[in-house]
């Protein structure tokens, strides 16, 4: 299976666990920019605005993405309690729109006005079909040495969740299940 994590990070923290889960999955990590926010003159005020306005930036996909992936893994920060418009502005992008995807935020997670969970939501809802897993990395999860296992428990249910159903083509396992059938019926 050929798959990607694409994320949008600031100040670090999605990049981080977009590594981590890359290297759990096997894959590579790429990094999607947003020009009018990083490192721009007004950048700040610019993105203060995208939150109020919600409106979506322009951005920039790595050109090492080709666009044949049988899976990717989308990801970025929560902003005001929702996806980060960079993450929204992906969400969008046609070359992702008939892929297999899956999520994950990032948070600092500890204002219940301004939950991740909310964002979590919303992000899958944006998703052009429902997301295989999705997950939600708060700073506590960061700041705990643990996070390891966090990351390798979503990289596990990703490969569940796209393993091929080998059930159909398995006819002692469709044998078996016929005659527990038949064992129940009598
Ligand atoms: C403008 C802005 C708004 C944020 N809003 C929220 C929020 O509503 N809820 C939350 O839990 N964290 C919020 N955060 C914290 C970030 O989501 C968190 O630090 C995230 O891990 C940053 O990811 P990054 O380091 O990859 O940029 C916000 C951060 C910024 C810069």
């Known amino acids: 299976m050929r798959s990607i994590v694409l994320y949008y990070s600031q100040s670090g923290n999605t990049k981080r666990v977009a ?12 990094r999607y920019t947003c020009p009018a926010f990083d490192g721009s003159p007004f950048g700040g005020l610019r993105q203060a605005w995208s939150i109020f306005s919600y409106a979506t ?3 920039i996909l790595p050109k090492e993405f080709d666009g044949h992936y ?9 902003w005001g309690a929702r996806p980060a418009s960079p993450l929204r502005a992906i969400l969008k992008q046609k070359p992702l729109l008939g892929l297999k995807q899956a999520i994950f935020l990032t ?4 204002s ?13 809802a944006l998703c052009a079909q429902p997301p295989v897993a999705a997950e939600l990395f708060k700073a506590i999860d960061l700041a705990n040495d643990k996070v390891g296992i966090k990351v390798d428990a979503f990289a596990e249910s990703l490969r569940r969740a796209t393993a091929p159903d080998t059930t159909a083509a398995d006819p002692t396992r469709s044998t078996d299940q016929t005659s527990q059938a038949s064992d129940a019926a009598a």
């Open 57 to 59: 930036p322009k951005i």
């Open 112 to 124: 219940a006005r301004f939950p991740g969970e909310k964002a979590l939501s919303e992000a899958c």
């Open 19 to 30: 590594e981590l889960l890359a290297t759990s999955m096997g894959t590579m990590a790429l």
């Open 107 to 110: 948070c600092e997670g500890s």
């Open 70 to 78: 049988d899976l990717v893994v989308m990801a970025g920060p929560v």
